[in-house]
């Protein structure tokens, strides 16, 4: 059960960091609310990433405390710079 527990508040959080990260990021996002957990899930570990080598816990401080104010903003930080990548990276299509 607890790897389920883990999967379902890796969901939760990432859709919550990638819903902010849209919120904060001008202009419009055509991305579908699963695209958006997605960038979100892989903004919160880029996020853990950055924290590590700023000096923080790193991704293990993401998975121990995924509710501090610094981890979030972290993962906020973190879902930005994967969202501007993917609007970069999809920009002449649709």
């Known amino acids: 059960m607890g790897l389920l ?3 379902i508040s890796w969901i939760i ?3 919550l960091i990638g819903l902010i990260a849209r919120a904060v990021m001008p202009g ?3 991305m579908s609310l699963a695209l958006t957990i997605v960038l ?3 903004g919160a570990i880029v996020g853990g990433l950055i924290g590590g080598l700023l000096g923080g816990q790193g991704v ?3 998975m121990s405390n ?3 104010i610094g981890t979030i ?3 906020v930080l973190g879902a930005l710079i994967v969202m501007v990548i993917y609007g970069f990276a999809t920009k002449g299509r649709a």
Do not use: D, E, T, Y
């Open 66 to 68: 995924p509710w501090s």
């Open 60 to 62: 293990s401080g993401i």
């Open 40 to 42: 979100g899930i892989v």
């Open 5 to 7: 527990w883990a999967i």
């Open 73 to 75: 903003l972290l993962a």
């Open 13 to 15: 959080i990432g859709g």
């Open 28 to 30: 419009k996002q055509s």
